[in-house]
């Protein structure tokens, strides 16, 4: 049995405002081609297919299409669950149909823990895995509120109700597994935040619960499983330092926290009675990216080099020299002019520190209004008074039309 682990594919997000779709497409044909090459029997989704709880058109065409895709090359199974991006409606609502090409979604939990036990068969109808597709489980799932509970109470709560439920699947699992001829392999699939789990800075990974970190130890889920495929963390990272336990990561980097990263999948061999084998395969880069940090010269250098490499990238710079550098992004862009490098974001955190440096000890820039922040943002560039007012009145025009722009978008 060759299974193959993804998850995280956030399919409809964008960077700054640049849409991904060539680098999605690009995504999916690139794992057809895998599980073709590979001969997978099992494909495995462990939740965040979408950014989004509605995503566009565009989005459910590449998801549909793939899905499409899967049966023609060989691919026997395909399970996926929800995670916290995912509507478990809108992911459910094909549900039946999907069933009828054994593409198996489960996009939320039930009262009964067995409903997410997948018993998948051969070509020959006969058992060749089990599968505990366990979605993302909401705060309603795992416990009951209430009134006058501490956040430690909710926590409590909240691990002893995963702890429960991941116990009872199991269980579930091995009931199932005593009533067979021959041995079955089994894998669990979860989408949540294990502790001591892997993140990178910006990498969008939320908290899956309001006032709680909730983040399951390791020694609390179930060891009775031949596989665990987890999806949420987008690092790709072996879970307690088990080699059968495992996120498989985002394929794509979602962030300038994630680039330079290398973005795998994971491709599992079941044998009963041998230990799983995993293999990582690494996935291309389809779109360059680069975050660029330093003061100007460092920017400096390594621009040039990008715009003479003509490579087609994308990048956030991190300016952080001390020296004032009058039209920043002007300067920047005019550094790459006629090359495929473009910029998508710049962070002066020059600026950003004399912002900070004039904030109250207890005061943080959630603390104050965007005019407010425009106003120190003219006090630490030491911009004469007299020639605040125009400034001023120009923001306050931008921000006002901004507002109306995003009223008509409603």
Request: hydrophobic residues 40%.
């Amino acid at each position: 049995m060759k299974i193959l682990h993804t998850s995280d594919w956030h399919l409809g997000r964008t960077l700054y405002g640049r849409r991904r779709y060539p680098e999605f497409t690009a995504l999916l044909d690139w794992l057809i081609s895998v599980i073709e090459h590979q001969q997978v029997d099992t494909l495995l989704v462990a939740g965040d297919i979408f950014d989004t709880t509605a995503p566009g058109n565009r989005a459910q065409e590449l998801y549909y299409r793939f899905l499409g895709r899967v049966a023609a090359v060989g691919c026997r199974h395909v399970v996926i669950i929800a995670g916290n991006h995912d509507s478990p409606t809108f992911l459910n609502a094909p549900r039946e149909l999907l069933r009828a090409m054994d593409v198996h979604v489960v996009g939320a939990a039930t009262a009964d823990p067995a409903d997410v036990v997948l018993l998948l068969t051969d070509q020959h109808q006969q058992p060749e895995l089990l599968v505990a597709a366990v979605p993302y489980l909401r705060d309603r799932d795992l416990r009951l509120a209430e009134p006058g509970e501490s956040l430690a109470d909710k926590e409590r709560k909240l691990l002893a109700g995963l702890r429960e439920h991941y116990a009872r699947v199991a269980a579930i699992i091995e009931e199932r597994r005593q009533t067979m001829a021959r041995p079955v392999p089994a894998v669990a699939m979860g989408h949540l935040f294990t502790a001591g789990g892997q993140t990178v800075e910006g990498d969008g990974v939320r908290e899956l619960y309001v006032g709680s970190l909730a983040h399951v130890p390791a020694g609390q889920l179930p060891d009775n499983f031949d596989y665990l495929a987890l999806g949420h963390l987008h690092v790709p990272q072996r879970v307690g330092g088990t080699e059968n336990r495992r996120y498989s990561g985002s394929p794509l980097p979602l962030s300038f926290g994630e680039a330079g990263q290398q973005k795998s999948i994971c491709l599992v061999e079941l044998q009963a009675g041998q230990p799983a084998a995993v293999t990582t395969l690494p996935v291309p880069v389809f779109q360059p990216m680069e975050r660029i940090r330093g003061n100007w010269d460092e920017i400096d250098r390594r621009l040039v080099d990008l715009a003479a490499g003509d490579c087609p990238c994308w990048l956030e710079i991190v300016y952080e020299g001390e020296e004032v550098i009058p039209e920043l992004r002007q300067r920047l862009e005019e550094k790459i002019a006629g090359s495929e490098v473009e910029i998508l974001r710049i962070i002066n955190q020059r600026l950003s520190r004399r912002l900070l440096e004039q904030t109250k000890p207890s005061e943080t820039l959630d603390d104050l209004d965007p005019y407010q922040v425009f106003q120190r943002c003219l006090e630490a560039h030491a911009i004469p008074p007299e020639q605040q007012p125009p400034l001023l009145q120009a923001y306050r025009e931008t921000v006002t039309a901004l507002l109306e722009e995003d009223h008509r978008a409603e």
